[in-house]
């Protein structure tokens, strides 16, 4: 492809574009360049591709953005298209205008061959005519976009050098309507034609307004632009991974509250707000109004259990336990499937029985939260006999993993694919396509060590090849969320982490590290690497939340999210130990670390947007760094999945992992830490006690055990205090 490179001002009224002026820029032009009467600025560039532009305003008045445009020729609608948590292939799929929550329309429910459906995002259009994606600087993960060209071998990303100076900006790709030509444009202030994305369609008016410039006032993008050779969607993800990591420095999130106390507020809330004694188990949704007081799997039945039995309180765990036995009590059908749900009066049903416009949906269960269940389940028992080697599981526990375990072989064997929704009662796929079932490669692998069988660990290795291949080919992941069609998601790519990792500790191949790298990659750029300037007035602005390490879960919701949905992400930190590659182990960290900081809390309480606190131990899912729900900075009153992923990361991962070899030391945890001589200093600056779990290791030559994580010992370390612990 050749490309021109532009300089624009673009005048508008409102939000509507009046006239865009360009000057072309060359190798030859200068330093200085010029755009019609009125506007001069200069264009700074160096070989390392950073690129620094100023715009001066001569004469005053206008309401115009300034920005710079790259204009592809030779353009085709087979080029990939990136824009981190925004578009992922250009997001050119099919698309329908449906309300929230989406489901497939029943003239359109085909089984495997369902086709693939997305929510009306901002997207290219599959179709000839119109089509452009406008997106700004909070929409995304991080600024910038990029493309792959497979058949030059070509991959090209732009970033801004610093994105929290560039929280107002536009990204916008323009396509002509023939596809051979496409326009790359970034322009500061953002202003976004009508209609604008409100969940989950393109349907508002766009509220953005330029502002005249002062006669002699200047404004000055600064970018990075990278352009390289790369074989395949690995090497392009792999690329922009390393862009996305120069966005960080050294920076983490402040230490405001240890792992160990955020976990004990959470634990209170449990046993105070979700606790059903009448029913047996902790409630996965306590919030007023709610259809369904547990679901399966996806967000948080039989995940949240293993956390609250391993380090709760005596009366916590017991009542874990009585979750789990009510739950294999009632949840297994013939088939070999859970219930997906169970309703607020105690009801066992499929995932959409309230929904009465949409009947064909009643028998309906996502197959990710069947997924979900079966791999945590597999773990609990693991858990419980590392904990006491002399503990059976109770044969009918068994039965239903075996059962659970059975459905997904035959899914593979007859279908080659696991499908997005099955029918609760015959395990058959309704609607197909989609990686929603990405973590069963970990659930038969699990299940495989558990049951000797190999006919489970055969399955395990087809189809997580099988995943491998199709992140490679198509460069997203979707349909892990039950509430967002087939929109490219990072639930399911976090799942695909997990899933190498678990066959890599299975049979050692080092193509599981390959596809790993592969995975992490991709989803590193679901994930915020800088702190979003929350506009001042707002809640996070007034808390200081600081956005680094926060996930965005797909492209239909648009905002990131603390946590992964829903894991502690320890394949991670398998995938540094098997590569020494730095990357993977600040991305866990930084993962990691964000969530205590959004635990509602004494003296830090957390306001909705009705003006309602959130209870103690509650995290809301939204850091909104969008205007998609018109809450920047804000939250919704809801306790949510998020808590999870807070007690997932805190019983399954250290919360310091020291590496004296390489002299790097990881604070996941709220404290901070530092080797000296023989010994690891740990230093806690808030004030909270803190029971912090230690990993020391040097040159890891094996794959860590589940149960080495699950045996860490603790250091206590006082609040404002010190403590010291051996190296060896």
């Not at 929280?167 to 970034?186: G, H, K, N, P, T």
Request: proline content about 6%; glycine content about 8%; hydrophobic content about 40%.
């Amino acid at each position: 492809m050749i490309s021109k490179l532009y300089v624009e001002v673009s005048h508008y009224e409102g939000a509507e574009l009046q006239k865009r002026l360009r000057a072309l820029r060359s190798g030859d032009s200068g330093p200085e360049f010029r755009i019609d009467q009125g506007w001069a600025g200069r264009w700074i560039e160096d070989p390392k591709g950073r690129l620094e532009v100023e715009f001066r305003s001569e004469c005053g008045a206008a309401a115009a953005a300034t920005g710079v445009a790259w204009e592809w020729e030779g353009w085709s609608s087979e080029v990939y298209v990136l824009m981190p948590a925004g578009a992922y292939a250009g997001n050119r799929f099919r698309s329908i205008r449906v309300p929230y929550s989406p489901r497939v329309p029943e003239e359109l429910v085909r089984g495997v061959d369902t086709p693939e459906l997305i929510t009306d995002v901002p997207r290219l259009s599959l179709e000839p005519g119109p089509s452009r994606i406008q997106l700004k600087s909070g929409d995304l993960a991080f600024p910038g976009f990029g493309w792959f060209e497979s058949r030059s071998r070509r991959g090209w990303f732009v970033l801004a050098a610093n994105p929290a100076e560039a929280a107002d900006w536009l990204w916008e790709i323009e396509e002509s309507d023939d596809r051979r030509r496409a326009v790359f444009r970034l322009a500061s202030p953002g202003i976004r034609q009508s209609p604008v994305y409100r969940l989950p369609m393109m349907c508002a008016d766009s509220p953005d307004c330029a502002v005249p410039w002062r006669e002699g006032e200047s404004r000055t993008l600064r970018l990075q632009v990278f352009e390289w050779h790369c074989d395949d969607l690995a090497q392009f993800f792999g690329r922009v991974a390393a862009c996305r990591a120069s966005l960080s420095g050294d920076g983490t999130v402040p230490a405001v509250l240890p792992f160990s106390a955020a976990f004990r507020l959470i634990e209170e809330h449990y046993n105070r707000d979700c606790w059903r004694e009448a029913f047996g188990f902790y409630a996965t949704d306590c919030n007023p109004g709610s259809h369904y007081a547990f679901q399966t799997g996806w967000c948080g039945g039989m995940i949240a259990t293993l956390p609250l039995w391993m380090m709760g309180l005596p009366e916590t765990a017991a009542r874990a336990r009585k979750t789990v036995e009510t739950f294999f009590r009632n949840a297994p059908r013939p088939c070999g499937l859970f219930w997906g749900k169970c309703t607020r009066e105690g009801v066992w049903t499929a995932d959409f029985t309230h929904d009465k416009a949409r009947p064909y949906t009643h028998s309906w269960t996502l197959t990710r939260r069947q997924a979900d269940a079966l791999w945590y389940l597999l773990k609990h028992l693991e858990w419980l006999e590392t904990e006491d080697p002399a503990f059976r599981a109770p044969p009918d526990w068994d039965r239903a993993l075996r059962a659970a375990t059975d459905v997904f072989v035959r899914l593979w064997r007859k279908n080659r694919q696991f499908g997005q929704f099955l029918h609760q009662e015959t395990g058959e796929i309704l609607v197909g396509g989609s990686t929603s079932g990405a973590l069963v490669p970990a659930a038969l692998a699990a299940a495989w060590r558990r049951f000797r069988e190999e006919e489970y660990l055969r399955v395990a290795r087809e189809s997580g090849r099988a995943f491998a291949d199709h992140l490679l080919r198509a460069g997203y992941t979707n349909g892990g969320p039950g509430d967002a069609l087939q929109n490219p998601d990072s639930e399911s790519c976090a799942a695909l982490v997990e899933s190498f990792a678990e066959l890599l500790a299975a049979d050692g191949d080092p193509a599981w590290v390959e596809a790993g790298r592969c995975a992490a990659a991709l989803l590193s750029t679901w994930v915020m690497p800088y702190d979003f300037p929350f506009p001042e007035g707002t809640e996070f602005a007034r808390l200081n939340i600081r956005s680094r390490g926060s996930v965005f879960a797909n492209t239909q919701n648009k905002h990131s999210a603390p946590g992964i949905c829903t894991h502690a992400g320890v394949g991670l930190l398998h995938l540094f130990r098997a590569t020494g590659d730095v990357r993977w182990m600040d991305l866990l960290r930084d993962i990691a670390r964000f969530l205590p900081q959004v635990v509602s809390r004494p003296g830090c309480e957390i306001r909705a947007k009705d003006g309602r606190v959130l209870p103690s131990g509650w995290i809301n899912e939204r850091v909104n760094t969008s205007d998609w729900d018109d809450n920047i900075g804000g939250v919704f009153h809801g306790s949510t999945w998020s808590e999870v992923a807070l007690l997932l990361t805190v019983a399954e991962l250290p919360g310091v992992y020291a590496r004296p070899d390489i002299g790097r030391v990881w604070c996941l945890d709220h404290v901070e830490a530092e080797i000296a001589g023989d010994s690891l200093i740990l230093k806690n600056p808030t004030g909270h006690d803190a029971e912090v779990r230690v990993l020391v290791e040097s040159r890891p030559s094996k794959l860590l055990a589940r149960a080495d994580l699950w045996r860490l010992p603790r250091t206590r370390v006082p609040a404002g205090g010190e403590a010291r612990v051996p190296l060896s």
